[in-house]
Protein backbone atom coordinates (compact mmCIF):
# COMPACT_ATOMS: atom_id res chain seq x y z
CA UNK A 1 0.00 0.00 0.00
CA UNK A 2 1.04 3.58 -0.92
CA UNK A 3 0.35 6.15 1.91
CA UNK A 4 0.95 9.64 1.75
CA UNK A 5 1.13 11.97 5.15
CA UNK A 6 0.14 15.21 5.09
CA UNK A 7 0.74 16.94 8.53
CA UNK A 8 0.74 20.57 9.66
CA UNK A 9 -1.06 23.01 12.13
CA UNK A 10 -4.81 24.09 12.18
CA UNK A 11 -5.92 25.88 8.91
CA UNK A 12 -3.03 25.01 6.64
CA UNK A 13 -5.28 23.68 4.32
CA UNK A 14 -4.36 20.32 4.73
CA UNK A 15 -7.95 18.79 4.39
CA UNK A 16 -8.58 20.16 1.09
CA UNK A 17 -5.37 19.63 -0.80
CA UNK A 18 -5.63 16.04 0.51
CA UNK A 19 -8.99 15.50 -0.73
CA UNK A 20 -7.70 16.55 -4.12
CA UNK A 21 -4.67 14.90 -4.07
CA UNK A 22 -6.60 11.41 -3.37
CA UNK A 23 -9.27 12.48 -5.59
CA UNK A 24 -6.43 12.74 -8.64
CA UNK A 25 -4.83 9.46 -7.63
CA UNK A 26 -7.97 7.90 -6.53
CA UNK A 27 -6.79 6.96 -3.42
CA UNK A 28 -8.95 6.68 0.12
CA UNK A 29 -8.19 10.01 2.08
CA UNK A 30 -8.00 9.17 5.76
CA UNK A 31 -8.85 12.70 8.19
CA UNK A 32 -7.71 11.94 11.29
CA UNK A 33 -8.57 15.12 12.67
CA UNK A 34 -12.20 14.35 12.38
CA UNK A 35 -11.89 11.11 14.44
CA UNK A 36 -10.41 13.02 17.51
CA UNK A 37 -13.31 15.71 16.48
CA UNK A 38 -15.79 12.55 16.98
CA UNK A 39 -14.04 11.34 20.16
CA UNK A 40 -14.59 14.43 21.85
CA UNK A 41 -17.84 15.35 20.76
CA UNK A 42 -18.85 11.93 21.88
CA UNK A 43 -17.38 12.40 25.37
CA UNK A 44 -19.20 15.58 25.57
CA UNK A 45 -22.79 14.02 24.38
CA UNK A 46 -22.49 11.53 26.89
CA UNK A 47 -21.81 14.21 29.57
CA UNK A 48 -18.22 13.59 30.35
CA UNK A 49 -16.09 16.60 31.20
CA UNK A 50 -13.40 16.81 28.37
CA UNK A 51 -10.65 17.82 31.25
CA UNK A 52 -11.30 14.41 32.71
CA UNK A 53 -8.46 12.39 31.68
CA UNK A 54 -9.64 9.52 33.18
CA UNK A 55 -13.06 8.88 32.47
CA UNK A 56 -12.24 10.00 28.68
CA UNK A 57 -9.97 7.79 28.62
CA UNK A 58 -12.48 4.46 29.65
CA UNK A 59 -15.05 6.18 27.54
CA UNK A 60 -12.39 5.99 24.33
CA UNK A 61 -12.07 2.07 25.20
CA UNK A 62 -15.74 1.61 25.24
CA UNK A 63 -16.29 3.53 22.05
CA UNK A 64 -17.16 1.82 18.61
CA UNK A 65 -16.02 3.76 15.80
CA UNK A 66 -16.34 3.34 11.85
CA UNK A 67 -15.37 5.72 8.75
CA UNK A 68 -17.19 5.23 5.31
CA UNK A 69 -17.55 7.08 2.13
CA UNK A 70 -20.78 8.56 1.32
CA UNK A 71 -22.03 8.62 -2.58
CA UNK A 72 -19.57 12.04 -2.91
CA UNK A 73 -16.42 10.37 -1.60
CA UNK A 74 -16.79 12.58 1.79
CA UNK A 75 -15.97 10.97 4.95
CA UNK A 76 -18.88 9.99 7.36
CA UNK A 77 -17.54 8.84 10.80
CA UNK A 78 -20.02 6.80 13.08
CA UNK A 79 -19.40 6.84 16.91
CA UNK A 80 -21.82 3.95 18.64
CA UNK A 81 -23.51 3.18 14.78
CA UNK A 82 -24.18 7.04 14.82
CA UNK A 83 -23.05 9.51 12.03
CA UNK A 84 -21.65 12.11 13.92
CA UNK A 85 -20.25 14.30 11.05
CA UNK A 86 -22.93 17.39 10.85
CA UNK A 87 -21.91 18.17 14.43
CA UNK A 88 -17.86 17.83 14.99
CA UNK A 89 -17.00 21.05 12.96
CA UNK A 90 -18.25 23.84 15.33
CA UNK A 91 -15.75 25.67 16.59
CA UNK A 92 -15.96 24.28 20.18
CA UNK A 93 -15.65 20.73 19.10
CA UNK A 94 -11.71 22.31 17.45
CA UNK A 95 -10.11 22.97 21.16
CA UNK A 96 -12.40 19.67 22.94
CA UNK A 97 -10.51 17.68 20.21
CA UNK A 98 -7.13 19.27 21.07
CA UNK A 99 -7.56 18.52 24.44
CA UNK A 100 -8.56 14.95 24.00
CA UNK A 101 -6.24 14.27 21.67
CA UNK A 102 -3.60 15.35 24.33
CA UNK A 103 -4.49 12.22 26.34
CA UNK A 104 -2.31 8.88 25.66
CA UNK A 105 -5.67 6.40 25.72
CA UNK A 106 -7.24 8.54 23.14
CA UNK A 107 -3.90 8.45 20.63
CA UNK A 108 -3.26 4.83 20.54
CA UNK A 109 -6.82 4.09 20.17
CA UNK A 110 -7.11 6.53 17.05
CA UNK A 111 -3.85 5.82 16.03
CA UNK A 112 -4.55 1.91 16.09
CA UNK A 113 -7.39 3.02 13.62
CA UNK A 114 -5.81 4.95 11.49
CA UNK A 115 -2.74 2.09 10.89
CA UNK A 116 -5.17 -0.88 10.13
CA UNK A 117 -7.13 1.99 7.63
CA UNK A 118 -3.25 2.35 5.60
CA UNK A 119 -2.84 -0.53 5.94
CA UNK A 120 -5.94 -2.36 3.94
CA UNK A 121 -5.59 0.65 0.97
CA UNK A 122 -3.56 3.35 -0.70
CA UNK A 123 -4.23 6.78 1.84
CA UNK A 124 -3.65 9.80 1.87
CA UNK A 125 -3.77 11.04 5.38
CA UNK A 126 -3.99 14.47 6.97
CA UNK A 127 -3.39 15.11 10.89
CA UNK A 128 -0.33 16.22 13.32
CA UNK A 129 1.64 13.44 13.59
CA UNK A 130 1.39 10.90 10.76
CA UNK A 131 4.64 10.73 9.16
CA UNK A 132 6.39 11.24 12.48
CA UNK A 133 4.52 8.51 14.41
CA UNK A 134 1.13 6.85 13.09
CA UNK A 135 3.49 5.90 9.79
CA UNK A 136 7.14 6.61 10.48
CA UNK A 137 7.74 4.33 7.37
CA UNK A 138 4.89 6.27 4.46
CA UNK A 139 6.07 6.41 1.31
CA UNK A 140 5.84 9.91 1.07
CA UNK A 141 5.76 13.01 3.69
CA UNK A 142 4.66 16.87 3.67
CA UNK A 143 4.33 19.19 6.11
CA UNK A 144 2.36 22.10 5.40
CA UNK A 145 1.69 25.32 7.29
CA UNK A 146 1.06 29.16 6.85
CA UNK A 147 1.43 32.12 8.71
CA UNK A 148 -1.18 31.97 11.72
CA UNK A 149 -3.24 35.13 10.11
CA UNK A 150 -3.65 33.18 7.48
CA UNK A 151 -4.65 30.37 8.60
CA UNK A 152 -7.39 32.14 10.70
CA UNK A 153 -8.61 33.95 7.80
CA UNK A 154 -9.29 30.71 5.58
CA UNK A 155 -10.61 29.50 9.21
CA UNK A 156 -12.68 32.34 9.43
CA UNK A 157 -14.32 32.24 6.11
CA UNK A 158 -14.80 28.24 6.06
CA UNK A 159 -16.80 28.91 9.18
CA UNK A 160 -19.18 32.16 7.51
CA UNK A 161 -19.73 29.50 4.82
CA UNK A 162 -21.17 27.11 6.99
CA UNK A 163 -23.50 29.57 8.16
CA UNK A 164 -21.70 29.85 11.62
CA UNK A 165 -21.29 33.41 13.24
CA UNK A 166 -18.04 33.79 13.99
CA UNK A 167 -14.87 36.59 14.88
CA UNK A 168 -11.98 36.83 13.51
CA UNK A 169 -9.90 37.46 16.21
CA UNK A 170 -11.53 34.66 17.91
CA UNK A 171 -10.42 32.47 15.34
CA UNK A 172 -6.77 33.67 15.27
CA UNK A 173 -6.48 33.24 19.44
CA UNK A 174 -8.19 29.74 19.14
CA UNK A 175 -5.66 28.94 16.15
CA UNK A 176 -2.73 29.98 18.39
CA UNK A 177 -4.22 28.27 21.38
CA UNK A 178 -4.29 25.16 19.56
CA UNK A 179 -1.27 25.43 17.55
CA UNK A 180 0.69 25.77 21.37
CA UNK A 181 -1.57 22.74 22.36
CA UNK A 182 -0.90 20.45 19.46
CA UNK A 183 2.68 21.17 19.97
CA UNK A 184 3.71 20.80 23.35
CA UNK A 185 2.17 17.35 24.34
CA UNK A 186 3.94 14.92 25.61
CA UNK A 187 2.98 12.49 23.26
CA UNK A 188 3.16 12.39 18.93
CA UNK A 189 3.06 16.31 19.44
CA UNK A 190 2.86 18.48 16.03
CA UNK A 191 6.19 18.33 14.09
CA UNK A 192 7.46 17.48 10.72
CA UNK A 193 9.28 14.78 10.17
CA UNK A 194 12.31 15.01 9.23
CA UNK A 195 12.25 13.34 5.99
CA UNK A 196 8.83 15.41 5.17
CA UNK A 197 8.95 17.91 2.23
CA UNK A 198 8.45 21.46 3.69
CA UNK A 199 5.28 23.65 2.17
CA UNK A 200 4.23 27.27 3.13
CA UNK A 201 1.19 27.53 1.58
CA UNK A 202 0.74 31.38 2.91
CA UNK A 203 0.91 32.42 -0.96
CA UNK A 204 -0.56 29.26 -2.87
CA UNK A 205 -3.57 28.58 -4.13
CA UNK A 206 -4.94 25.22 -4.04
CA UNK A 207 -4.56 24.00 -7.25
CA UNK A 208 -0.76 25.23 -6.73
CA UNK A 209 -0.55 23.23 -3.19
CA UNK A 210 -2.13 20.41 -5.16
CA UNK A 211 0.10 19.85 -7.64
CA UNK A 212 2.93 20.69 -6.18
CA UNK A 213 2.35 17.38 -3.92
CA UNK A 214 0.68 15.47 -6.98
CA UNK A 215 4.47 16.09 -9.02
CA UNK A 216 6.42 14.69 -6.45
CA UNK A 217 4.54 11.28 -6.26
CA UNK A 218 5.55 8.91 -8.53
CA UNK A 219 3.36 5.68 -8.79
O1 LIG B 1 -7.21 18.81 11.81
P1 LIG B 1 -8.28 19.16 12.80
O2 LIG B 1 -8.36 20.63 13.09
O3 LIG B 1 -9.62 18.60 12.42
O4 LIG B 1 -7.85 18.41 14.17
C1 LIG B 1 -8.53 18.60 15.40
C2 LIG B 1 -7.58 18.32 16.55
O5 LIG B 1 -7.27 16.94 16.60
C3 LIG B 1 -6.24 19.03 16.49
O6 LIG B 1 -6.25 20.29 17.13
C4 LIG B 1 -5.28 18.09 17.17
C5 LIG B 1 -5.91 16.74 16.99
N1 LIG B 1 -5.21 15.90 16.00
C6 LIG B 1 -4.14 15.18 16.44
O7 LIG B 1 -3.74 15.32 17.59
N2 LIG B 1 -3.52 14.31 15.62
C7 LIG B 1 -3.94 14.15 14.36
N3 LIG B 1 -3.32 13.26 13.56
C8 LIG B 1 -5.03 14.91 13.87
C9 LIG B 1 -5.63 15.81 14.73
Given at each position: ?23 K ?17 S???N???I ?23 E ?19 S ?30 L ?22 P ?12 A????V ?53
Open positions: MINIAIDGPAGAGKSTVAKAVAKLNFIYLDTGAMYRAVAYAIKGIATDEQAISEFVKTITMDIAYDENGQQIFVFDENVTPYIRQNEIKAASDVSAYPAVRYRMVELQRIEAGKNNVVDGRDIGTFVLPNAEYKFFMTASEVRAKRRYDELLRGQSDYDKVLNDIITRDYNDSHRAVAPLKQAEDAVYLDTSNMTVEEVTNFIIDRIKL
